[in-house]
């Protein structure tokens, strides 16, 4: 038998985004994988559990302290940067703690910026979770939708092409 028998979805439908995996370096059996969601293994992968709630889209984490009845892990995503402490109760671990260190800073994520050739003060930029905005020199637009990756064609009649999450064009 492989793990990947054994595993959910451990990406979500971001794999091509947002995954991570870290290993704790006390106990290699102990995994912890960020994709949509966080997820634990406590037996090397072949079983696994959905632990903290916070933002989805996991780009790293890791283990700062560790022991067999304790875990202390930084993550971050496209939320911020967390700290989640896991503790082990009759022989389950479960998330004691959260503690998100960016819940008050103005921070946009930004996927792509494309200017227009004719004026370099014309451009669009696709944000994480944040939508998309569109500069025409004094003015700015936006919209509710986070553009992966984005063009901007014809500017001065206010054409604008972009490929939202799932590679739909609009």
């Not at 930084?74 to 479960?94: A, F, M, P, Q, T």
């Amino acid at each position: 038998s492989t793990v990947s028998q054994y595993s959910p979805n451990l990406a979500g439908n971001m794999g091509h985004f947002a995954f991570c995996i870290s290993v704790d370096p006390q106990d290699e059996n102990f995994l912890v994988v960020g994709g949509l969601y966080p997820w634990i293994s406590s037996d090397g992968g072949f079983t696994w559990k959905r632990i903290w709630d916070s933002h989805p889209d996991y780009h790293q984490i890791i283990f700062l302290e560790s022991n067999e009845s304790s875990k202390l892990i930084v993550h971050c995503n496209d939320g911020g940067l967390y700290l989640s402490r896991l503790e082990k109760v009759s022989d389950i671990w479960e998330t004691k703690s959260v503690t998100n260190f960016s819940s008050n800073i103005g921070v946009i994520n930004y996927y792509r910026l494309s200017t227009a050739r004719e004026d370099s003060h014309r451009m669009v930029a696709g944000a994480a979770d944040a939508g998309t905005h569109l500069s025409l020199g004094s003015t700015l637009k936006t919209s509710d939708d986070s553009s992966l990756d984005l063009s901007l064609s014809d500017i001065f009649n206010n054409h604008k092409y972009q490929n939202v999450f799932y590679h739909n064009i609009s």
